[in-house]
């Protein structure tokens, strides 16, 4: 049998230190990581592997009774808070853009909160202050990427066998170049997929999918729940992520730090409603992180298991078996597939096949978000 496809699924959290990173991460993976009221950093990043939870996945196994239920994984990364002069190596900044180059969608927390114990690194609580001081970090570390691989593409020139290249290198850099010196980042560019992949060894960060996340109180929530404004500052947020064309969301770190320790279910959705919330702020960040990476998830159900599987949206019916098996990939012969809903609907893969719902697919079929799957292969 062959070995399983494995897929990076990473997201570094960043933001400036006493954003409340490190108490988000610590809800996230239910383990008290190292924190503290004093403008500092995080001394070294800090990582977990959360299931993505999934409600579909819960009646799958409602249904088949299986002896294990298995989610679908993701990586996160508390990384060192970052601090002005970062790209210059300042604080723990070679630490910080080693982590985040490593990650492949970053979840910028922004302090949206005042609390007179917890002091903020300028001494103010200014949103987009804080979001420019991180942005200009960022993109001064891709221009000093930018300056190297300017000169080996200078170099390049002098060869005739490597010039042509080289010539578009120098074009796309400098389509690149006027976005990282006003720090509005590569992903603000419209590039081709050709000019992406000229400039895909230089790994630029600000190139990378970017979710804001602002760490509010209680009172920003309820009003959040009651389809209120957050606050004055969760406001200043989300007009910056709409003109950036960015995501954005409001999780309250203490709420969720102190929900994540309760494993009564019934308390936790008692802590919930009595907030407003039909979801913790931790769902839906995990949720949109996950399509904010391309993904998309299938099952494979039985007596032995109801699994979650990863896949990229978009993948072939024998990507997503080599998400399983590389042998599965290698082997594939067909798939039989039906949507989770047509089970929830019907009850039992029979009455799924007499309302011809049950299916035949072959190589070309692209898997849907929530397919039921059995792979047939050879090998």
Same mark, same amino acid.
């Given at each position: 049998?062959?070995?399983?496809?494995?897929?990076?699924?990473?997201?570094?959290?960043?933001?400036?230190?006493?954003?409340?990173?490190?108490?988000?991460?610590?809800?996230?993976?239910?383990?008290?990581?190292?924190?503290?009221?004093?403008?500092?950093?995080?001394?070294?990043?800090?990582?977990?592997?959360?299931?993505?939870?999934?409600?579909?996945?819960?009646?799958?196994?409602?249904?088949?009774?299986?002896?294990?239920?298995?989610?679908?994984?993701?990586?996160?990364?508390?990384?060192?808070?970052?601090?002005?002069?970062?790209?210059?190596?300042?604080?723990?900044?070679?630490?910080?853009?080693?982590?985040?180059?490593?990650?492949?969608?970053?979840?910028?927390?922004?302090?949206?909160?005042?609390?007179?114990?917890?002091?903020?690194?300028?001494?103010?609580?200014?949103?987009?202050?804080?979001?420019?001081?991180?942005?200009?970090?960022?993109?001064?570390?891709?221009?000093?990427?930018?300056?190297?691989?300017?000169?080996?593409?200078?170099?390049?020139?002098?060869?005739?066998?490597?010039?042509?290249?080289?010539?578009?290198?120098?074009?796309?850099?400098?389509?690149?170049?006027? /976005?990282?010196?006003? !720090?509005?980042? &590569?992903? #603000?560019?419209?590039?081709?997929?050709?000019? =992406? *992949?000229? @400039? $895909?060894? %230089?790994?630029?960060?600000?190139?990378?999918?970017?979710?804001?996340?602002?760490?509010?109180?209680?009172?920003?929530?309820?009003?959040?729940?009651?389809?209120?404004?957050?606050?004055?500052?969760?406001?200043?947020?989300?007009?910056?992520?709409?003109?950036?064309?960015?995501?954005?969301?409001?999780?309250?770190?203490?709420?969720?730090?102190?929900?994540?320790?309760?494993?009564?279910?019934?308390?936790?959705?008692?802590?919930?409603?009595?907030?407003?919330?039909?979801?913790?702020?931790?769902?839906?960040?995990?949720?949109?992180?996950?399509?904010?990476?391309?993904?998309?998830?299938?099952?494979?159900?039985?007596?032995?298991?109801?699994?979650?599987?990863?896949?990229?949206?978009?993948?072939? /019916?024998?990507?997503? !078996?080599?998400? &399983?098996? #590389?042998?599965?990939?290698?082997?594939?012969? =067909? *798939?039989? @597939? $039906?949507? %989770?809903?047509?089970?929830?609907?019907?009850?039992?893969?029979?009455?799924?096949?007499?309302?011809?719902?049950?299916?035949?697919?072959?190589?070309?079929?692209?898997?849907?978000?929530?397919?039921?799957?059995?792979?047939?292969?050879?090998?």
């Amino acid at each position: 049998m062959g070995k399983r496809c494995v897929m990076a699924l990473n997201c570094g959290i960043l933001g400036l230190p006493n954003v409340g990173k490190s108490t988000i991460f610590s809800a996230l993976c239910s383990t008290p990581v190292e924190t503290t009221k004093y403008p500092s950093s995080t001394v070294k990043a800090n990582i977990a592997v959360i299931n993505v939870p999934d409600p579909r996945l819960d009646r799958l196994s409602a249904i088949f009774v299986p002896e294990k239920t298995i989610h679908a994984t993701m990586e996160f990364v508390d990384i060192a808070g970052l601090v002005k002069g970062a790209s210059r190596g300042n604080g723990l900044g070679n630490q910080f853009l080693s982590n985040i180059r490593d990650s492949a969608v970053y979840i910028h927390v922004v302090r949206c909160f005042e609390d007179s114990e917890i002091l903020h690194v300028s001494d103010t609580i200014d949103p987009e202050s804080d979001m420019e001081t991180i942005d200009i970090e960022l993109a001064l570390a891709d221009m000093q990427t930018l300056d190297k691989r300017r000169e080996r593409a200078e170099k390049a020139l002098k060869n005739q066998a490597e010039k042509k290249n080289a010539e578009f290198v120098l074009g796309v850099l400098d389509k690149i170049s006027p /976005a990282l010196e006003s !720090a509005r980042g &590569v992903r #603000s560019l419209d590039l081709s997929a050709e000019e =992406k *992949a000229a @400039v $895909y060894d %230089c790994h630029f960060i600000t190139a990378k999918p970017q979710l804001y996340v602002c760490n509010v109180d209680e009172a920003a929530i309820r009003n959040i729940a009651a389809g209120k404004p957050g606050n004055q500052y969760t406001e200043a947020v989300m007009k910056r992520a709409q003109r950036e064309g960015s995501q954005a969301l409001c999780i309250c770190g203490k709420f969720e730090a102190e929900l994540s320790g309760i494993e009564d279910p019934a308390e936790k959705t008692a802590f919930l409603e009595d907030l407003g919330l039909k979801e913790t702020g931790l769902s839906s960040l995990i949720h949109t992180a996950y399509k904010l990476l391309g993904l998309s998830t299938f099952f494979t159900t039985g007596e032995d298991e109801c699994r979650a599987w990863t896949i990229r949206t978009g993948d072939t /019916a024998p990507k997503a !078996a080599g998400a &399983v098996h #590389s042998d599965f990939e290698k082997g594939f012969i =067909k *798939a039989e @597939v $039906y949507g %989770c809903e047509d089970i929830f609907q019907y009850g039992t893969e029979a009455k799924i096949r007499e309302a011809g719902k049950y299916r035949l697919e072959g190589k070309e079929y692209k898997v849907k978000d929530g397919d039921v799957i059995f792979f047939k292969f050879n090998v």
